[in-house]
T-cell receptor
């Protein structure tokens, strides 16, 4: 069966520090991969999506970046965090453009 | 044209009552309409989904009603329970090449005893 791993679960980082969030998927090949951000009590904002290794599309201009070094690995990064980067970050995968399977999320607090 | 409009933003229902959440879309290319349920601190999970070739789909206490001509779909939760208290998101997507999934803004449901 397919599983998605996302870590860490919580993260507190100072403003200006770097960020690296990792997501891996097991049990499927060539999935579409996504990074979403959710502000407290708000909806889901798509940040990046990838349809294959090295193929990244950005939805929202910001100081975040994403990379997909392997078929089932998706990384969200920042060189210098801003206060506005705080939120709940969710990784997700799909095979077709239909059912999305979300990870358990990372609660990021930038102080 | 990519938007999915969801209402209400929040909903309070008595235990045993019916919870109804509505969504409307504009893009006629959408052909898959899922609903996701999210508990606090967790990722959303697929609850139920429908394709436009049927007008209704039922899974247990959860039913999707779909009106293709009106471009609307809704989630009905029958016999609502306190354990159903969560945020619900509708979504829409289209097949045939990559198209991003478009989410509604979410409805926070509270079922009170």
């Amino acid at each position: 069966s397919q599983t998605i791993h996302q870590w860490p679960a919580t993260l507190v980082q100072p403003v200006g520090s770097p960020l690296s969030l990792e997501c891996t998927v097991e049990g499927t090949s060539n999935p579409n991969l996504y990074w979403y951000r959710q502000a407290a009590g708000r909806g889901l904002q798509l940040l990046f999506y990838s349809v294959g290794i090295g193929q990244i599309s950005s939805e929202v201009p910001q100081n975040l970046s994403a990379s997909r070094p392997q078929d089932r690995q998706f990384i969200l990064s920042s060189k210098k965090l801003l206060l506005s980067d705080s939120g709940f970050y969710l990784c997700a995968w799909s095979v077709l453009n239909e059912k999305l399977f979300f990870g358990s999320g990372t609660q990021l607090s930038v102080l | 044209q990519q938007q999915v409009k969801q209402s209400p933003q929040s909903l309070i229902v008595q235990k045993g009552g019916i919870s109804i959440i509505n969504c409307a879309y504009e893009n006629t290319a959408f052909d898959y309409f899922p609903w996701y349920q999210q508990f606090p601190g967790k990722g959303p999970a697929l609850l139920i989904a429908i394709r436009p070739d049927v007008s209704e789909k039922k899974e247990g206490r959860f039913t999707i009603s779909f009106n293709k001509s009106a471009k609307q779909f809704s989630l009905h939760i029958m016999d609502s329970q306190p354990g159903d208290s969560a945020t619900y998101f509708c979504a829409a997507s289209s097949s045939g090449g990559y198209q991003k999934v478009t989410f509604g803004t979410g409805t926070k449901l509270q079922v009170i005893p």
